[in-house]
Nanobody, 122 residues
Framework: QVTLVESGGGLVQAGGSLRLSCTASERTFNNYATGWFRQAPGKEREFVVAINWSGGSTNYADSVKGRFTISRDNAENTVYLQMNSLKPEDTALYYC???????????????WGQGTQVTVSS
């Protein structure tokens, strides 16, 4: 069992930046791909970005390409999401999740965190 804890969310003005962290309780986390997903009020949860176990491969949703960067530090059991040039439409509850493959499909992710809120004001 792997417990994931997200942090780093908050309120920021449009154009600003935030860095989210996803820290795992177990080192076995380092064997998993990790994805970030988000859910805005009244909308379904959607894929944002994912990274494979080594950090050598990534996959971004078109809506965040060029603005968001995912990375991981396996020595710290942590995956980061650097978010720049934030827009009001990025406002959502952001979740990290761990799974066996690098994919944008939620069903392949086994472990989920509780989420961290990101609010971007215009």
């Amino acid at each position: 069992q792997v417990t994931l804890v997200e942090s780093g969310g908050g309120l920021v003005q449009a154009g600003g930046s935030l860095r989210l962290s996803c820290t795992a309780s177990e080192r076995t986390f380092n064997n998993y791909a990790t994805g970030w997903f988000r859910q805005a009020p009244g909308k379904e949860r959607e894929f944002v970005v994912a990274i494979n176990w080594s950090g050598g491969s990534t996959n971004y949703a078109d809506s965040v390409k060029g603005r968001f960067t995912i990375s991981r530090d396996n020595a710290e059991n942590t995956v980061y999401l650097q978010m720049n040039s934030l827009k009001p439409e990025d406002t959502a509850l952001y979740y990290c999740a761990a799974g066996s493959r690098l994919t944008n499909y939620q069903r392949y992710y086994v472990y989920w965190g509780q989420g961290t809120q990101v609010t971007v004001s215009s």
